[in-house]
């Protein structure tokens, strides 16, 4: 499985983005579609969720209620809406595959930057 995130960007604190990741190959049923995000000098943390076959989604204390993780029609496209943004949500963000939510990761894609200004 191959993931390539893009739709990061610089915006100003309360504005919104999504992310898109773009995944190429067939993920197992079984596997836990992530976003995760690593900010300098900390260390990655999970972001959000879900587990193909399924519809329920998973989100850190941190981002809920302000973002949504969402998949398209196919196994193709993995989004992340961004509401809401602070200072603190600065990162790059990348889209991962896991065998459970937040750990256990498998494929990771290239990450997107988003800077978020106050």
């Known amino acids: 499985v191959q993931l390539q995130a893009s739709g990061g960007g610089s915006v100003q604190a309360g504005d919104s983005l999504r992310l898109s990741c773009a995944i190429s190959g067939r993920p197992f049923s079984s596997h836990v579609m992530n976003w995760v995000r690593q900010a300098p000098g900390k260390e990655r943390e999970f972001v959000a969720a879900?587990?193909?076959?399924?519809?329920?989604?998973y989100y850190a204390d941190s981002v809920k209620g302000r973002f949504t993780i969402s998949r398209g029609n196919t196994k193709e496209t993995l989004y992340l809406q961004m509401d809401s943004l602070k200072p603190d949500d600065t990162a790059v963000y990348y889209c991962?595959?896991?065998?459970?939510?937040?750990?256990?990761?498998?494929?990771w894609g290239q990450g997107t930057q988003v800077t978020v200004s106050s």
């Open positions: 879900f587990r193909w076959g399924t519809t329920r989604t």
């Open positions: 991962v595959t896991a065998k459970n939510i937040g750990t256990d990761f498998l494929s």
